[in-house]
């Protein structure tokens, strides 16, 4: 079974948010948003080479799997600006929905990550910026 093919079977079997596979290596999240990825970046883990599922991905995840060399992605939700991004680093990309955006958990606004993320157009960037929104949001502010 290919990496992606498992990635997507484990997300949707194991009620995970994040799996990331290569081979016999695995990393899997239960977490939600974007923290699987950026804790995973921030641990220093090779992730080159991975192949991703994800629940829902927007601007701000997809710049996360660019900067961390992921080469396939599926996702259950994407944006259209994650598609984006995903095509223009030439990261296979897949859908099960397509959406003009990312709702925030509340469902009356976007995603804080996703307009955090809006006018950023590289993922060196992005890294910055989300964990500057990720620290805010933990003080509640």
């Not at 259950?76 to 859908?95: A, M, P, R, T």
Request: aromatic letters at 4%; one cysteine or more.
């Amino acid at each position: 079974m290919r990496d992606l093919e498992l990635a997507v079977k484990l997300l949707n079997n194991e009620n995970y948010t994040c799996v990331l596979c290569k081979g016999e290596q695995f990393y899997t999240s239960r977490q939600k948003g974007i923290s699987p990825m950026l804790d995973w970046i921030d641990s220093g883990a090779d992730l080159q080479g991975f192949s991703a599922a994800d629940k829902i991905v927007g601007k701000a995840a997809a710049m996360l799997f660019v900067l961390a060399g992921i080469r396939s992605v599926h996702a259950q939700v994407l944006s259209e600006l994650g598609k984006q991004v995903l095509e223009q680093h030439g990261i296979d990309v897949s859908y099960s929905t397509l959406t003009k955006r990312i709702i925030n958990r509340n469902g009356d606004g976007i995603c804080p990550m996703e307009g955090t993320v809006a006018e950023i157009h590289t993922p060196h960037e992005a890294i910055t910026a989300i964990r500057c929104k990720r620290d805010q949001l933990r003080k509640g502010e």
